[in-house]
C-alpha cells in the first residue's frame, strides 16, 4: 500500500475509533444523563399532581370546618330548623363549592339530614347509593379528612365537630362532607397541572413497595407517571397517572445524533485536508524521494540528487540522503581504487592486471606481448627472521624499482604474495633479453632493512603472445610456469616458458602436480608402519609412519617422487595434518589393543615447523585420541635445522615442554653440528643409513658411529640405527645396544602387517 494510501487509512481508522469511542462509550453515558433529567421532570409533575388532589383535599376540609363551626349549624343540630337547610343547600351551595354530599348527625350519631347532588346534570342521588355507611363511622369522633373507595367512585370525605363560633360548649352533632372523584374532577385537577390524567379506582400496590408514586418509560417516545393515594376503608389504593411524549430524552437523543453526523462531516472534511496537506508538503517529497532512490537502485547512478524543500525533517532527510550519496559515489570510488590496485604497493592487483593485459590484447591482436612473472627468492626467510612488516617494507622496494624500470605503456602489477607480473610489448627478443637482465641487475642492489642489509635475487619466467597462449589467463599461468624451473636451475635468472615447454621431466612435474591436487581431495594417501627394534632385535618398542601415494593408475609411488612437488605447491601442511591425526588414530588402537608401550614418530616438514598451527594441531589430536605425549616423537631432518635453526628451536622447544619427544633425523648427511644437540634439545638421534654402509667391514666407519654413540650416550641422548640391512650389520649394532631400524628387520608395511609382528614378538 502506497503512503497516501496508509495515511488516508489511518485517518479513516482514527476517526472512526473516536466515533466508536463516543457511540459505546460516551453515548451511553450522556442518553443516562438525559434519562435522569427526564425522571426528574416526570417526578415533579407527579408532585404536581399529587399536590392538586391534595389541595382538594383542603378545600373540603375548609368548607367542613367553616360550616361546622357557625352558630347556625351549631342551632341546627339543636333545633332542627328547616329554614336553615333552605337557606344553605340549595343546588348552588353544591356547585360554587364543587362538593357532591353533605351530612348532618347529631350528638347520637344520628342522621340529621343528608343530601347528595350531581353537579353533572344538578339532579340528587341517595347517598347510600355511593358509599356504606359503615365507611362514615371512623369520621365521627374527630375532624378527619381522607378518600374512601365508594362504590362506584373513590370519595373524598372531610369531617368536623358541630360548636358555635364564640361560645365554648361541647358538641352537638358532626358535619360531612363528600366530593365524589369522577371523570369532572380529574378533568379540572389535569386543567389545573397541564397534564393528560387519567383515573384507575382500584388497584393493588406491592407491599413491599415503598414509593407511593411510579414513573415507567413504555417504549422510545411515550413515558408514563403515576401517584398512588391510599383508601382509609380498604387496602386498595387509587391511581392518577398520565402518559406524555419524552420530550427531554428525544430531544437528547436527537441531538447526539446530529452531533455524530456533524462530527462525521468534520472529520470527513479534515481528513480530506489533513491528506491533502500531507500529500503536497510531505507525501509527495518522500514519493520523490522514493522514486530518486528507486531509480538509482536500477540505474546505479550516484550523480542523482534531491533539491531540499524545506528546513524540516523530510528536508532534513533529503539533504541527509544526499550526503549519502555522496559518501557511495566516494566510497565507490575507494572500492574501485580497492578492487584496481594492490593497497601495499599501489600496483594494480591480480584481477586488474589480467583485465588490462586482456584489454591490450585485444585492441591490437598483432602486436607481440611478452608477460614476465618475477618471484623473490628466499622471501620468506625475511619474513621468518625480520617479521611481515619489513617484509611488507622490501615488496615496497621492489616494486618501485619494477615501475622505474618499465615506460608508462607497459603494465607492472603485483600477482600476490612475492610474486610480481609485467606485460610489456616488444618486437625484438634480443631487447627481452635486455630487459631481464636489467631487472636482475635492479633487483640485485642491497636493501637495507633497519640494521641488516639484504641481497635480493629474483627468479623469472617470461611467455610471450601468441606462441605460448592467446589470453592474458594462459600467459601469466605459462610465464609462472617457466619461473618455477628458473626457480629449480638454480634462481636468480630467467627462463623462456617455449624453452621449457617440450622438456619430458616438465610434462612429468606438471601432470604430478595435477594429479597431487586430487589426490588429497581423493584420500588416495595411506600410511605404512616401519617398525622400530630394541632389546637386540627382540621387541618392537616403536613405528615411524611413511606416507605413501596409492596412484590409481600408476600405483604405489614412493615418497621422494611427490613430497618436493608438494612442499612447493603448498599442499605439505595438509597432508602433513592428515598424516598425524591418521598415526595417532592408528597408534590410539593399537593401545587399546594392549600394545600401550608403543611409540610414534612422524616425520615433519620445514613448512609445518614455520606454522604455530602445527603445533595446536599436535597438542589437540594427542588430548583427542588421549595419548600420552611421550608416545610421539616429531623427527625433524637435519638439512632443515641448517636453513631454519632460530624457528624450529623455538618449534622444538614448545614441543617438548608438552612432552614430544623430538627426533633428529638423517644425522651425519648434512652439515652435521654437534651444536645442534644443543640448540634444539633433541631426545632422540636416528643416524643415517650411510654410516651402515660399511659396517662393519670400514673401521673408520666404526670408529665414528662407535663415537656418535659414545657421545649420545654421554649426553642421555637415545641413538637409533638406520639402515640395518644384513645380519652382519645386525650383530655388530645390537653389541652396541642401540635401537635398529631397517629392511633386516621389517619393509614398511601396512597396520595388520604390523600387528602380525607384534602378535608373535611383542
Same mark, same amino acid.
Request: aromatic residues 10%; charged residues 25%; contains cysteine.
Given at each position: ?273 489533513? #491528506?491533502?496537506? !500531507?500529500?503536497?508538503? /510531505?507525501?509527495?517529497? *518522500?514519493?520523490? %524521494? ?5 531509480? +538509482? =537502485? &536500477? ?14 525533517? #523530510?528536508?532534513? !532527510?533529503?539533504?541527509? /540522503?544526499?550526503?549519502? *550519496?555522496?559518501? %557511495? ?5 575507494? +572500492? =574501485? &581504487? ?425
Amino acid at each position: 500500500m502506497k503512503l497516501k494510501g496508509k495515511v488516508i487509512v489511518l485517518s479513516i481508522i482514527s476517526v472512526t475509533s473516536l466515533l466508536l469511542f463516543l457511540f459505546l462509550l460516551v453515548n451511553p453515558l450522556l442518553l443516562e444523563r438525559y434519562r435522569d433529567l427526564e425522571e426528574t421532570i416526570m417526578a415533579e409533575n407527579v408532585k404536581r399532581v399529587e399536590n392538586a388532589f391534595n389541595n382538594e383535599i383542603n378545600r373540603l376540609s375548609m368548607i367542613v370546618r367553616d360550616y361546622a363551626v357557625w352558630d347556625d349549624t351549631y342551632e341546627f343540630i339543636q333545633d332542627k330548623n328547616e329554614d336553615y337547610i333552605r337557606s344553605n343547600w340549595v343546588d348552588d351551595t353544591f356547585l360554587s363549592n364543587q362538593i357532591h354530599m353533605v351530612l348532618y348527625f347529631d350528638e347520637n350519631e344520628d342522621l340529621i339530614y343528608e343530601k347528595g347532588l350531581n353537579l353533572n346534570d344538578e339532579t340528587t342521588f341517595d347517598i347510600a347509593d355511593e358509599i356504606d355507611k359503615e365507611d362514615l363511622v371512623s369520621f365521627y369522633e374527630t375532624r378527619k379528612s381522607g378518600l374512601i373507595a365508594g362504590k362506584e367512585h373513590p370519595i373524598i370525605l372531610a369531617s368536623h365537630r358541630i360548636y358555635p363560633s364564640l361560645k365554648n360548649q361541647t358538641s352537638t352533632g358532626i358535619l360531612i362532607m363528600g366530593i365524589i372523584v369522577d371523570d369532572a374532577l380529574v378533568d379540572r385537577i389535569a386543567d389545573n397541572v397541564q397534564l393528560p390524567l387519567v383515573i384507575e379506582e382500584q388497584i393493588i400496590l406491592d407491599t413491599e413497595s415503598s414509593n407511593d408514586y411510579n414513573i415507567q418509560i413504555l417504549d422510545k417516545e411515550k413515558v408514563q407517571g403515576s401517584t398512588y393515594f391510599t383508601y382509609d376503608n380498604n387496602l386498595g389504593n387509587m391511581e392518577l397517572s398520565f402518559i406524555v411524549d419524552r420530550t427531554v430524552y428525544q430531544s437528547g437523543s436527537d441531538i447526539l445524533t446530529w452531533f455524530y453526523i456533524f462530527y462525521g462531516i468534520i472529520s470527513v472534511i479534515l481528513t480530506f485536508f489533513i #491528506v491533502v496537506i !500531507l500529500d503536497k508538503y /510531505f507525501i509527495v517529497r *518522500l514519493k520523490n %524521494l522514493s522514486n530518486e532512490i528507486k531509480y +538509482i =537502485q &536500477e540505474t546505479r547512478d550516484l550523480r542523482k540528487r534531491i533539491v531540499p524543500r524545506g528546513k524540516d525533517e #523530510v528536508g532534513t !532527510l533529503e539533504h541527509g /540522503f544526499n550526503q549519502m *550519496l555522496d559518501s %557511495l559515489k566516494l566510497s565507490q570510488h575507494e +572500492i =574501485q &581504487e580497492l578492487a584496481m590496485k594492490d593497497s601495499l604497493t599501489g600496483l594494480p592487483n591480480r584481477r586488474h592486471f589480467v583485465d588490462q593485459l586482456n584489454k591490450m590484447l585485444e585492441e591490437d591482436s598483432q602486436q607481440k606481448v611478452t608477460v614476465i612473472f618475477l618471484d623473490i627468492d628466499l622471501f620468506k626467510r625475511v619474513n621468518d627472521t625480520l617479521g611481515h612488516y619489513s617484509g611488507d617494507k622490501l615488496l615496497q622496494e621492489l616494486s618501485a624499482r619494477l615501475k622505474s624500470c618499465f615506460a608508462d605503456n607497459s603494465l607492472v602489477g603485483r600477482w600476490g604474495g612475492d610474486e610480481f607480473v609485467i606485460a610489456m610489448t616488444v618486437v625484438d627478443e634480443s631487447a627481452i633479453d635486455k630487459k631481464a637482465e636489467e631487472l636482475l641487475k635492479s633487483i640485485s642492489d642491497p636493501v637495507e632493512l633497519g640494521s641488516f642489509v639484504f641481497d635480493i635475487t629474483m627468479s623469472m619466467g617470461i611467455s610471450q603472445y601468441p606462441e605460448d597462449g592467446t589470453t592474458g589467463e594462459s600467459l601469466i599461468q605459462n610465464a609462472d610456469i617457466a619461473m618455477y624451473e628458473a626457480k629449480r636451475s638454480g634462481k636468480s635468472q630467467f627462463k623462456y616458458y617455449r624453452d621449457i615447454k617440450q622438456l619430458s621431466y616438465f610434462q612429468n612435474y606438471v601432470t604430478l602436480e595435477r594429479e597431487l591436487k586430487q589426490a588429497l581431495k581423493n584420500k588416495e594417501f595411506v600410511l605404512y608402519y616401519q617398525p622400530i627394534f630394541s632389546d637386540g632385535g627382540k621387541v618392537i618398542s616403536g613405528v615411524e609412519a611413511l606416507v605413501r601415494w596409492i596412484h590409481p593408475e600408476k600405483g604405489l609411488i614412493p615418497p621422494f617422487e611427490f613430497i618436493t612437488a608438494a612442499e612447493e605447491m603448498g599442499i605439505m601442511p595438509d597432508i602433513g595434518d592428515w598424516v598425524l591425526n591418521e598415526g595417532l588414530r592408528q597408534l590410539h588402537q593399537w593401545h587399546t589393543l594392549g600394545y600401550d608401550k608403543l611409540t610414534l614418530s612422524i616425520n615433519a616438514s620445514k613448512t609445518q615447523m614455520m606454522d604455530d598451527r602445527f603445533f595446536k594441531e599436535v597438542s589437540e589430536k594427542l588430548r583427542e585420541y588421549d595419548i600420552r605425549p611421550d608416545r610421539l616423537g616429531i623427527e625433524i631432518t637435519e638439512s632443515d635445522v641448517c636453513d631454519y635453526l632460530d624457528k624450529i628451536t623455538e618449534f622444538t622447544t614448545k614441543l617438548k615442554q608438552l612432552g614430544v619427544k623430538i627426533s633428529l633425523d638423517d644425522f651425519g648427511v648434512g652439515l652435521s653440528s654437534l651444536n645442534y644437540l644443543k640448540e634444539i634439545k633433541v631426545t632422540q638421534l636416528k643416524v643415517d643409513r650411510s654410516f651402515m654402509r660399511r659396517i662393519p667391514e670400514d673401521q673408520y666407519d666404526c670408529a665414528l658411529l662407535s663415537g656418535i654413540c659414545t657421545l649420545c650416550e654421554k649426553l642421555n641422548i637415545e641413538v637409533v640405527t638406520e639402515g640395518v640391512e644384513t645380519k652382519q650389520q645386525f650383530e655388530y649394532i645390537a653389541n652396541q645396544n642401540h635401537k635398529m631400524q631397517g629392511y633386516y628387520f621389517s619393509h614398511p608395511v601396512l597396520p595388520d602387517q604390523l600387528e602380525e609382528q607384534l602378535r608373535r614378538l611383542n
